[in-house]
């Protein structure tokens, strides 16, 4: 039964890859080529995959389901760490001018 919560969130993920595709047939186009777009598409599974497990850690060992909720509580603040914490400037460019950072 375990298994299919995780296969659920890899479902969930394959599903936002064929947005993608729909996406590339209605005439977006990426500089990215083929392979770069498969290795793209390949790591987002895996760490998909990974931060599922992970989840699933805390969620067998909590004695009740509020438990195992507040685990993920950290887990929310983490986009929110932009260059409020690490200054931009060491970054290269393509990566100092994300839009989670402010300048």
């Known amino acids: 039964m375990l298994w299919a919560h995780v296969l659920t969130s890899l479902i969930a993920t394959l599903i936002s890859l064929v947005v993608v595709l729909v ?3 209605m005439s977006f186009r ?3 080529g083929v392979q770069a777009s ?3 598409a390949g790591i987002l599974i895996v ?3 990974a931060l599922t497990w992970i989840a699933v850690i805390p969620g067998l060992t909590a004695k009740t389901p509020d438990g ?3 685990f993920s509580f950290p887990l929310i603040f983490l ?3 932009s260059s409020a914490f690490v200054p931009p400037t060491p ?3 393509r990566c100092a001018s994300s839009p989670s950072t402010s300048r």
């Open 47 to 49: 760490f998909t995959l």
């Open 79 to 81: 986009p929110f760490l």
């Open 30 to 32: 990426s500089s990215a």
């Open 38 to 40: 498969l290795a793209v």
């Open 91 to 93: 970054c290269p460019a």
């Open 23 to 25: 996406a590339l047939l």
């Open 68 to 70: 195992a909720s507040a």
